[in-house]
């Protein structure tokens, strides 16, 4: 199960990363709004610049048209102006008629020819008033044309205008929207590389609690194991202490049972005389040992200068073992209190002795250094 820390800050990662997703997606958003805005001002900027142009267009057409009236009018007036001269020219109570009248031509060859000279002039006025007209109208029309080419012109021209906006909004439009992409991409990577080590990090604290945690446990059980050792000392000092005191006292009774009679040990010589001899020390006086009749080591005298102390128990040769009284047990005193605690454990292979002068004898301890042997435990062996 994933420790609660490590939860949390999984969690504020993601939370951190939401906000920063919200945020450059709301950027994108506003971008693509901006980019909607000027594709729609591209389309209003052309339909106003054309709406412009048809209404400039329009009152040019009506003008064009307006002079087209006054040109068909002039042509009308003129046609009438033409159509009366030569009505009054072909009067026969006109001034035209008359003067031929007053000069004796009235019905002449010349009356007729005067009328049909009016009638060509009156022909002629109408041709050129509806040329005139005509011509007029041919401008006109061009003009018109003219103004819806050139309209049609400035269109296009608006539609490219439009397409030059448009393609630069969206060249704008998709640098913002790559640029605002590239920074969230390293925005949230920057994110997660920042939350990625603070893992690391809370991780790495509560590996190391957990070793000390460990620690603490292991050092606790070893602290309670040893404990149970020590307790477990305490109880096989005490019962050897026990045994030891129970051999000590047995060992006593059976040197006084032993001790009668004695045996003399000549100063120099390691053999007994029958006559018997007494040990003086500050520890015992009486017979000396039995077992001095087999040997004596040398260096041990009493006060009168007899070497008392066997070196063999019941003539089995003694060595030393290395072992001390205190290596075996915590207290070992002698019948008259003398501490025992430095003294050698002795051995003949496989029996262990210690030496209480106080009784003139040697103490079987072979039990008790067995049990240690066993038991493999340290401190006292």
Do not use: C, H
């Not at 009248?101 to 002449?108: R, V």
């Not at 003399?264 to 001095?292: K, Q, R, W």
């Not at 075996?328 to 002795?353: C, H, M, P, R």
């Not at 002068?357 to 079987?364: A, E, F, R």
């Amino acid at each position: 199960m994933e420790d609660e820390r490590l939860s949390v800050i999984n969690q504020q990662k993601q939370e951190a990363i939401n906000q920063s997703n919200n945020m450059y997606n709301g950027l994108l958003t506003d971008n693509e709004n901006l980019y909607n805005q000027q594709k729609d001002y591209a389309e209003q900027y052309e339909q106003t610049q054309n709406n412009a142009l048809d209404q400039q267009l329009a009152y040019q057409e009506g003008i064009i048209n307006q002079q087209k009236q006054e040109a068909q009018q002039i042509k009308e007036t003129e046609d009438r102006k033409a159509l009366n001269d030569y009505t009054s020219f072909v009067n026969p109570y006109g001034y035209q008629a008359e003067q031929f009248a007053s000069q004796g031509l009235a019905n002449s060859g010349v009356s007729e020819t005067a009328k049909l000279g009016g009638w060509n002039t009156y022909q002629n006025r109408l041709a050129t008033a509806n040329k005139a007209m005509q011509d007029a109208f041919t401008e006109y029309d061009n003009a018109i044309n003219e103004a819806r080419l050139n309209n049609d012109v400035q269109k296009a021209q608006n539609a490219l205008t439009k397409l030059q906006m448009q393609l630069e909004y969206a060249q704008n439009y998709y640098t913002n929207k790559s640029t605002i992409s590239q920074n969230q991409l390293s925005n949230n990577q920057a994110l997660d590389s920042d939350y990625y080590n603070r893992y690391q990090t809370e991780y790495n604290n509560i590996q190391a609690e957990k070793e000390r945690e460990e620690a603490i446990r292991q050092f606790n059980e070893q602290l309670a194991l040893q404990q149970q050792q020590f307790e477990y000392q305490k109880q096989q000092d005490a019962l050897a202490q026990q045994n030891w005191e129970k051999e000590y006292a047995l060992a006593q009774q059976q040197a006084r049972s032993s001790s009668s009679g004695g045996y003399s040990l000549s100063d120099g010589g390691s053999s007994l005389s029958s006559e018997g001899t007494t040990v003086s020390t500050n520890y015992y006086n009486g017979s000396i040992n039995p077992d001095a009749q087999y040997g004596t080591f040398p260096n041990v005298k009493d006060k009168n200068g007899v070497r008392y102390q066997p070196d063999n128990v019941g003539g089995e040769k003694l060595s030393n073992s290395k072992l001390k009284v205190k290596d075996v047990f915590i207290e070992a005193y002698g019948s008259s209190g003398a501490d025992l605690s430095n003294q050698s454990i002795w051995t003949t292979g496989n029996k262990y002795y210690v030496w209480d002068g106080s009784i003139n004898d040697y103490i079987d301890v072979t039990n008790r250094v067995n049990i240690l042997k066993k038991s493999g435990l340290k401190g006292r062996w």
